[in-house]
Structure formats: structure tokens, C-alpha cells
């Protein structure tokens, strides 16, 4: 009696935890590399957070890289985690979620944008001024280029995104994040370990 409802909890919770891992990895086609996200081979430099997953190949991390560098001085390029993590978008494997290239839209998670612009996302930042960002051939000081973040996004877009533009959505969207949902994926499949033992 009592192991029947200890297999029934069992149950659900390895049928939740299938519901949530499929939620986290969608199916859907990267817009750079055109195939499902997989191992980068050979490894990502640029984008190299990516590599046990990724939906770029190493030509697409070679021109995000050169875009970067320029976009940041080189003391300053690793300074800003958001920063490369939205460089390399193209790569992150959950992009294909956020992505409508039929509207030629990417949706970011609002909290993902509070992390990137470092204060309210509808307002200048000094976050990044004493940096600098180069923006085609121009040096902009951030608080005094872009009035909100939504502003900066229409400046500049992830490299190999020409053409998109940034929507911002509450988080319970299908938006990015780089909240880790491999680490949930873990977590999932270690409580299945610990359930079924
Ligand atoms: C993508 O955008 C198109 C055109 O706006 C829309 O019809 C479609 O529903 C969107 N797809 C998704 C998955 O949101």
C-alpha cells in the first residue's frame, strides 16, 4: 500500500521531469548551422561556452570573434559575461527557441537584459563607459549613445543577425535566458537516479 503511492509519486515525478526536459530542449533547427544543435567540432574560441552543444560552426565563431573584438577593447572584452553571451546568440543552443526567422525577430528574456544593462533596462547605463564600444566606425559612450536597452538592441544586433530585431519578454516566454537548462536537464536526470533507486 504504502510502495504503491511511493511508485505513483515515482512515476509522476519522472513523467514531470520528461515534460521539462522536453520544454528545455526544443527541436528545432539552428538558424546558423541549419541542423539540430550538437558538439562543436572542431572547438568554438570565441563562443567557447558552447562547445558541448552548439548551433554555430567554427566559420560562424571565427566572425562573431572578429566582431566582438572590435566592438570591445581587448582589456575589456571579457569584462561583460551578457555581453558575449549575446555576441554569440547564434551558437547558444536554446537560440532556435527564441528566433522567428520568419518575423526576423529574437526575443530576450527581460531578466537576461536587466543582467546585461546593469541597472533599469529603460534608461541609460554607465555600466559600459568606461569601456567603450565601437559601433561601426564610431566610439560611443554608452549612457550617452542609447537611452534604454531596447534602444542599444536596435544598434546592435548579434552578429550574423542582420535584418532581426530585439523583442524583450517576460521570462515565462520562450526567450533567452542564459540560465543554464542543461543544469536543470541534470538536476532532472539525477532525481530520477535518486527516485529510482
Ligand atoms: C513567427 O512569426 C510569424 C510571423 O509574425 C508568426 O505567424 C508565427 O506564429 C511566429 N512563430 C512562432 C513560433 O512564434
Not at 53 to 72: N, P, Q, R, T
Not at 148 to 153: D, E, N, Q
Request: glycine residues 6%; hydrophobic residues 35%.
Amino acid at each position: 500500500m504504502k510502495s504503491g503511492m511511493t511508485n505513483i509519486i515515482k512515476l509522476s515525478s519522472i513523467l514531470l521531469i520528461g515534460l521539462i526536459t522536453t520544454q528545455v530542449i526544443a527541436d528545432d533547427l539552428c538558424y546558423l548551422s541549419q541542423k539540430k544543435s550538437e558538439k562543436a567540432f572542431p572547438s568554438l574560441i570565441k563562443c567557447y561556452k558552447s562547445n558541448s552543444d552548439s548551433c554555430c560552426v567554427s566559420a560562424h565563431d571565427s566572425e562573431i570573434g572578429s566582431e566582438i573584438d572590435s566592438f570591445l577593447s581587448s582589456s575589456c572584452v571579457r569584462r561583460f559575461a551578457e555581453i558575449e553571451f549575446y555576441f554569440c546568440y547564434g551558437c547558444h543552443y536554446t537560440e532556435p527557441k527564441s528566433t522567428n526567422s520568419t518575423a526576423n525577430t529574437i526575443t530576450l528574456c527581460k531578466s537576461f537584459v536587466e543582467r546585461l544593462w546593469g541597472s533599469d533596462i529603460n534608461s541609460p547605463t554607465e555600466k559600459f563607459d568606461h569601456c567603450g564600444f565601437k559601433v561601426g566606425s564610431n566610439i560611443e559612450i554608452p549612457s550617452k549613445k542609447w537611452a534604454s536597452a531596447s534602444a542599444f538592441f536596435a544598434d546592435v544586433l548579434p552578429p550574423l543577425f542582420s535584418g532581426f530585431s530585439i523583442q524583450i519578454a517576460d521570462d515565462d516566454k520562450n526567450c533567452f535566458n542564459t540560465a543554464p537548462g542543461h543544469t536543470l536537464v541534470a538536476l532532472g536526470v539525477a532525481l530520477v537516479a535518486y527516485l529510482t533507486v
